[in-house]
């Protein structure tokens, strides 16, 4: 596609759920980003992927949220036994490659809201 | 790692004024980028300026010009000749040469009045 696309836009979950949310980075785009945007602030850097890998888990909140990637391409972020405090919304991005001269895109984001 | 902060939740413009929006950030580290990205309502981030620290030129795009002052660690965003579609959250940004964590401040809240 054109740009980078999330689904879904906006998600609804119950306490203690798992979700799954999609990020479509442009295409030949091999570097791609995680952020959470909680309300009021401003972006936190979750996980990036060069490739498939994903060489810092670090920014990870806990060890309910993991992310893939695979073939290069579409990456999953999954959140596990969802808590209140996981509400914000979700942003992903594309570069050409990691590194700071390439400049990140960004998606609309998936809005999450946890009852 | 770095912090970024912007000291100002709300700013407010009149249409074809001038308005400046603060961005102060700190890092040990003396290779980085510096960014301002502008969020309207849609959600998406969209890249407005970007400066390289070791220029020491001050970055400038059309309508939006920045303040770079290095050793104050200072980078201000001037947005001249204000309009209606520059409304939105903007987010000053740093990201250093040798990670890939970008560091984003709060956001600044800006409403253009007609």
């Known amino acids: 596609g054109a740009g980078v696309s999330q689904s879904p836009s906006n998600k609804v979950t119950e306490k203690g759920k798992d979700v799954e949310l999609r990020c479509d980075p442009i295409s030949g785009h091999t570097a791609l980003y995680w952020y959470r945007q909680s309300l009021g602030q401003g972006l936190e850097f979750l996980i990036y992927?060069?490739?498939?890998?994903?060489?810092?888990k670090s920014g990870l909140p806990s060890d309910r949220f993991s992310a893939e990637r695979t073939g290069g391409s579409v990456s999953t972020l999954t959140i596990q036994r969802t808590q209140q405090e996981d509400s914000a919304v979700y942003l992903c991005?594309?570069?050409?490659?990691?590194?700071?001269?390439?400049?990140?895109?960004f998606g609309p984001g998936t809005r999450l809201t946890v009852l | 790692a770095q912090t970024v902060t912007q000291s100002q939740p709300e700013m407010s413009v009149q249409e074809a004024e001038t308005v400046t929006l603060s961005c102060t950030y700190d890092t040990s580290e003396s290779d980085y980028y510096l960014f301002w990205y502008k969020q309207p309502p849609s959600r998406q981030m969209i890249l407005v300026i970007r400066?390289?620290?070791?220029?020491?030129q001050n970055a400038t795009e059309n309508r939006f010009s920045v303040n770079f002052q290095k050793a104050a660690k200072s980078f201000s965003l001037k947005i001249s000749d204000s309009q209606l579609g520059d409304a939105a959250m903007y987010f000053c940004?740093?990201?250093?040469?040798?990670?890939?964590?970008?560091?984003f401040g709060a956001g600044t809240r800006l409403t253009v009045k007609p």
């Open positions: 991005a594309s570069s050409l490659g990691t590194g700071v001269r390439n400049e990140q895109f």
């Open positions: 400066q390289e620290a070791y220029k020491q």
């Open positions: 940004a740093c990201h250093l040469y040798n990670n890939n964590d970008m560091r």
């Open positions: 992927f060069q490739g498939n890998s994903a060489p810092d």
